[in-house]
């Protein structure tokens, strides 16, 4: 029997809706607070940073939201996104499971993180905004963003971690390629930069630290630029639905349905990109599919975090949200994994591991790039480290399979590939990574660290 691999759609199934988790959760959204006054935010303080068919979006309760024809003429360029059976994979552990992956590497930049970027960038340029800013770890969400803000010609300035802008500068290349503005973070700016160097004048810089110089950058500009975030909000998960609408219909092609569907996670994105479509699926028509999230064992927001209010970022400027956190002020552990090593977590896919929906695993950076060797040598494709986690669950389960005997069909999502990672890779093929746990006192000291808030609903 010929065994079918790739699963391929045409052009013209690249979907047509955005699928709105919040129309089908049986949780409802929590409050969105001003970091200032600590009351829920209002549209003027959210439109200081992003423009009103955004905002909409952000609180949309609708189902189904449209996805612009111009937005679908560029995701053209790389979408649909293959779905592979990963059959030398399955080979190579000896497993009765069938194991599929979403390939979103496929984009030009490299990962899912195009899908929304090309999104933010239109409902901007209709919007009449002329610049944005953003902030970016390793710099995959800069480099989408760079190419979006170039095909829609606004200006971009981006706010880089500085270790990743030192340590890994090929994607700075690549954005600056693209036409961008990219400056090391902890910068002297804005006055969230100038502040983090005061005190420490060699600061690695952060996610957290690197989005606040972005967020101040945007704000001080008297509406002229606007910010932009490649993670964590509900319109950049909205966006990422593309991801599992797909993938279903793929599924469809296979003549299978996913018994489990595992995703990394750092800010929540690609991960509810490929989840949510398939979680409409079990609350709506009962199918039966577990969801694992993955994260690292080094930034273990969703396993050891704290579910409660706190600042977006370090410098207290980003809205107060619900999520899974582990304090605003954390500085992560250099760990290979640039993507994961934000201290909080989307508020929709915090409700879901609350709710018991979604489950959530943390895996140490040696299984993780183990796994990452494994599918390189079997599949071809050399995964970027974040994605790598997924696979690390993919094959988890696989094995689990197999111990037990039963036939499993497990989807994952490839949320991009490595080929700029190539440091990390060269690495571990030295016998130089090391295993990093979080430390306990620094989860034990959560708590003191958030915001006191004074709603109904507290910490
Ligand atoms: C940014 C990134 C992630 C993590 O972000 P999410 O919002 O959790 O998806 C994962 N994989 C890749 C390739 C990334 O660039």
Redesign the pocket.
Known sequence: MQKQTKFLLSENDIPRYYYNIMADSPVPATPVLNPMTKEPVTPDFLSALFPMNLIEQEISMDRYIEIPDEVREIYKLWRPTPLIRAHRLEKALDTPAHIYFKYEGVSPSG???SNTAVAQAYYNKIAGTKALTTETGAG??GSALSMACKFFDLDLEVYMVRVSYEQKPYRRYLMETYGAQVYPSPSTRTQAGKAILAQDADSPGSLGIAISEAVEAAAISNGLKKYGL???LNHVLLHQSVIGEEAIKQMDMADEYPDVVIG????????AGIAFPFLREKLLNDRDTRFIAVEPTASPTLTRGKYAFDYGDTAQMAPIVKMHTLGHDFIPAKIHAG??RYHGM?PQMSMMVDAGLVNAVAISQMDVFEAASLFATTEGILP?P??AHAIRGAINEAMDAKALGEKRVILFNL??HGHFDLTSYQAYNEGKLEHYDYPEEAIASIDERLPNVSLGVTN
């Open positions: 990962s899912h993180k995959q969400w490649g993670s964590v990394c996670v750092g800010g929540g994105s690609n991960f993507g994961l989307a970027a974040e994605s949320s991009g």
